[in-house]
T-cell receptor, first 114, second 112 residues
């Protein structure tokens, strides 16, 4: 069975500093990996995905993520955090191969401090 | 920009009652999903729907759950006889085939 782990419940970062939100996965075969963001009382908003190709993928709002196959990780990064980035971030994976159901991590709350 | 919509935003029901949660996926999408998130827990997959039939379902999706696409636009989740443990946020999602699913804002179901 596939699984996604987000080891940090909360990440605090000062505005303007770089941020990293961690994610590791366990998926058979070649994983499809995603990051979603959830603002209060809103749905899940797609940020970026890794399907194949370059290990560094760029997404919305200046976010990027690095796929590391040997470490089975897909950490979310941003060079300079904004207060408006404060939200709940979810990492998700699917196994592809005709199955697109997503397995989610438990989420990481990001707080950017002014 | 097209988006997935869900109604109602909040549904309160008594244990044992039937509820229908409604979703309007993005119009040219082909795959449809329901997920749920119990307060404080992970988002969990319930069911996927493609070509007018269920393509995958989780162990959560037992006989009390059903899905339907009654017309060309709506996608519904029915819970036949609600239990207290069905209280959760239910998210609908749709997918064209480019891998990322687009989620609706969710329906908060409260079973009393």
């Amino acid at each position: 069975a596939q699984s996604v782990a987000q080891p940090e419940d909360q990440v605090n970062v000062a505005e303007g500093n770089p941020l990293t939100v961690k994610c590791t996965y366990s998926v058979s075969g070649n994983p499809y990996l995603f990051w979603y963001v959830q603002y209060p009382n809103r749905g899940l908003q797609f940020l970026l995905k890794y399907i194949t190709g370059d290990n560094l993928v760029k997404g919305s709002y200046g976010f990027e993520a690095e796929f590391n196959k040997s470490q089975t990780s897909f950490h979310l990064k941003k060079p300079s955090a904004l207060v408006s980035d404060s939200a709940l971030y979810f990492c998700a994976a699917s196994s592809g191969a005709g199955s697109y159901q997503l397995t989610f991590g438990k989420g990481t709350k990001l707080s950017v401090i002014p | 920009e097209p988006e997935v919509t869900q109604t109602p935003s909040h549904q309160v029901t008594q244990m044992g009652q039937e509820v229908i949660l409604r979703c309007v996926p993005i119009s040219n999408h082909l795959y449809f999903y329901w997920y749920r998130q119990i307060l404080g827990q992970k988002v969990e997959f319930l069911v996927s729907f493609y070509n007018n039939e269920i393509s995958e379902k989780s162990e959560i999706f037992d006989d009390q759950f059903s899905v339907e696409r009654p017309d060309g636009s709506n996608f519904t989740l029915k819970i036949r006889s609600t239990k207290l443990e069905d209280s959760a946020m239910y998210f609908c999602a749709s997918l064209l085939g480019a891998y990322e699913q687009y989620f609706g804002p969710g329906t908060r179901l409260t079973v009393t």
